[in-house]
């Protein structure tokens, strides 16, 4: 689908986990995503600012398999072309998405909200006869542990509270175990209790050699994850750097941070 | 053994399972062996219905398999019921040989009536009872698997695809009207004589069909539920709930659709070919779209989501059915069947079951919910 001129760029230097070059979507004439390039190296956490149309959830979209793209590449993991794939197969590649709002299945419980996501098997056939083994009870343990729900485990998802079923979400990535997470404003809707310990959180998943993409609109929480930030802007990178630096940028100020 | 693990945390399972087999054993007994003079003596035309009863109510239990546990409302599941019904009438039609009107010991009737020479080849081997029984659960499951994978890749959900289920069930009934399908047009399959060689008409062929009914409606119910208590199943709740959830998490969820559609459509086809030599006819009007409305509506008095509930919506709605087109209440039934429908929309939103399953938790909390938490919100959690 895309042309044979992409094919032609050589890859990328860096040995990143997420490539993405000159990726454009358009919806009825409007450009979603506009030639955005942006790399993600592995272990990375970065945060994705921007206004509202920016082009942040498209991107995700594309990343996750849910859009595809008009034109551009989108590599995983040496080189695994995502515009090809579909979101069962991009999931099971180890991409992990925590949708804006949360969701988790209300009719499950806790624990098998968790069970349902931990990595493994997801044929039908399989999963037809699996019976929850040691190992993945004790994953699951470990899960809730980390993320404040172990007392909450028989109850069915659709009585936590707001926060919690962010936690469940986030719980549900870690149980998915990816090389890569997307997260979609993980602290919409916090306390400022639950920000700062889901800052706490995100970061000790990042520690544990995983890769984090955040989007986010709350700056403050921006600022306690302490990482590199890109600010999109009409579907393309307006800047990307240090939180100072890139909330000093006269071009993001105005577009962005406030006229 | 397994049927005990199932069965372990299943209540309603239990006495379901136990009312079903009991009326497996009682009602034969009841019909053949009590005297016709003693009040306690089932006739022929009630067993005959009670019969036709159990059917449905493995027609419901399908149903309410994909619909209340993977969220696929199908509109067309009296298609696979009748094509189920077909192949076992085809069967019947072949045992009968030359003691039908024509006498032709290969063709049944209607083609001989129609000047046909030799029997169409899709009529091969269902003078045999193994291949037709085979045919019984093939033919509807093969449909349903075809139909199911090129709607569920195609993503087709919702209405669209309760709507398709509609076009199919038609354009199949519009199909087995015509004389030159093969399937005796208009007025279906009849006059049937004799199954695995036992006289249809028979009071013990009639005890045994309707014993089996029930051993099919309660085995149905063993695979359904072994079904959705596995991981598989919460998939497929998973599914009903938040379809695109599940997809990112990494399941296939059409594999998962076709597969419950598929196994759905194999239980109607055995409803439907127990329901044919009960009832002795089966016709193009079981392809009706309304037929296949009517079992929504006997799955959502029942109680979507819990099986034993839609096998007793399937019963009642019948039995009231039965009632009221019977006699002088004949005229008010469509006035019934409306009312009930806007009882449960507004009272019963869960069914009777789902009402009777909150009614008793609210009575006596099982052991699980005392030791669990009360779901009061974390205090560092309030909003």
């Not at chain 2, 239990?14 to 079903?20: G, K």
Request: glycine share 8%.
């Amino acid at each position: 689908m895309t042309s044979l001129v992409e094919a032609d760029v050589p890859p990328p230097l860096t040995p990143s986990l997420l490539y993405l070059d000159g990726v454009t979507v358009s919806f009825d004439g409007f450009r979603a995503l506009n030639e955005l390039s942006l790399q993600i190296a592995p272990g990375e956490m970065r945060a994705i600012i921007g206004p509202n149309g920016a082009g942040k959830t498209t991107m995700m979209d594309v990343i996750t398999g849910k859009t595809r793209p008009d034109t551009g590449e989108v590599l995983f993991d040496h080189g695994v072309d995502l515009t090809r794939l579909d979101e069962a197969a991009i999931a099971n590649l180890g991409i992990g998405r925590k949708f804006q709002k949360p969701t988790v299945f209300e009719s499950h419980t806790v624990e098998d909200n968790i069970l349902l996501a931990l990595k493994g098997d997801r044929r039908a056939r399989s999963v037809l006869t699996a019976r929850t083994t040691t190992e993945e009870a004790r994953r699951i343990d470990e899960i809730l542990e980390t993320a404040g729900l172990a007392a909450q485990r028989h109850r069915l998802a659709g009585l936590l509270s707001h926060g919690q079923k962010q936690w469940l979400e986030i719980g549900m990535l870690l149980a998915q175990d990816p090389k890569l997470l997307l997260v979609d404003e993980p602290v919409a809707g916090m306390t400022d209790a639950e920000t700062e310990a889901t800052a706490a959180l995100l970061r000790r998943i990042s520690a544990a050699d995983h890769s984090v993409v955040v989007v986010e609109h709350d700056m403050a929480f921006v600022r306690a994850l302490g990482v590199k930030v890109t600010c999109l802007h009409e579907g393309s990178v307006l800047a990307e750097g240090a939180i100072d630096t890139v909330s000093e940028n006269p071009r993001v100020i105005e577009v962005y941070l406030g006229r | 053994m397994i049927t005990r693990a199932l069965l372990a945390d299943d209540r309603t399972g239990r006495w379901f399972l136990a009312i079903v087999l009991g009326l497996a054993v009682i009602v034969p007994i009841l019909h053949l062996a009590v005297p016709e003079t003693s009040a306690f003596h089932i006739s022929t035309a009630t067993l005959a219905l009670l019969g036709k009863y159990l059917c449905f109510a493995l027609l419901a239990l399908s149903l309410d398999l994909v619909w209340g546990y993977c969220g696929i409302l199908s509109l067309g599941h009296g298609a696979f019921f009748a094509l189920g019904g077909y192949a076992m009438g085809m069967y019947l039609m072949r045992q009968i040989g030359s003691r039908g009107v024509y006498a032709n010991p290969i063709l049944p009737d209607f083609m001989v009536f129609l000047n046909w020479k030799e029997l169409p080849w899709y009529w091969y081997g269902f003078e045999n009872a193994w291949f037709a029984f085979l045919m019984v659960m093939a033919v509807p499951g093969l449909l349903a698997f075809v139909f199911g994978w090129f709607a569920f890749r195609s993503r087709v959900t919702g209405v669209y695809l309760s709507i398709i289920t509609q076009a199919l069930t038609y354009a199949l009934m519009l199909a087995f009207f015509r004389n030159d399908m093969g399937f005796g047009g208009n007025n279906g399959l009849t006059d049937f004589k004799d199954i695995l060689g036992f006289p249809v008409q028979a009071n013990a062929t009639r005890a045994a069909l309707f014993a089996a009914s029930a051993l099919a409606l309660a085995l149905g119910y063993l695979v359904a539920r072994a079904i959705v208590a596995s991981r598989l199943g919460k998939v497929l709740v998973s599914i009903r709930d938040a379809e695109s959830r599940t997809r990112f998490l990494g399941y296939r969820v059409e594999h998962y659709k076709t597969f419950i559609f598929t196994v759905s459509a194999i239980m109607a086809g055995i409803a439907g070919a127990l329901y044919v030599p009960q009832v002795g006819i089966i016709n193009p009007s079981e392809f009706l779209p309304a037929n296949s409305i009517e079992v929504v509506i006997w799955v959502a008095v029942g109680g979507r989501g819990t099986l034993a509930g839609a096998a007793l919506g399937a019963v009642l709605v019948n039995f009231a059915k039965t009632t009221f087109t019977t006699g002088f209440l004949a005229p008010y039934w469509l006035f019934a069947l409306g009312a009930l429908f806007v009882v449960v929309t507004i009272w019963l939103p869960k069914g009777i079951l789902g009402k009777f399953n909150d009614l008793w938790e609210r009575w006596r909390p099982s052991p699980a919910e005392k030791s669990a938490p009360k779901p009061e919100p974390m205090p560092q959690l309030a909003e």
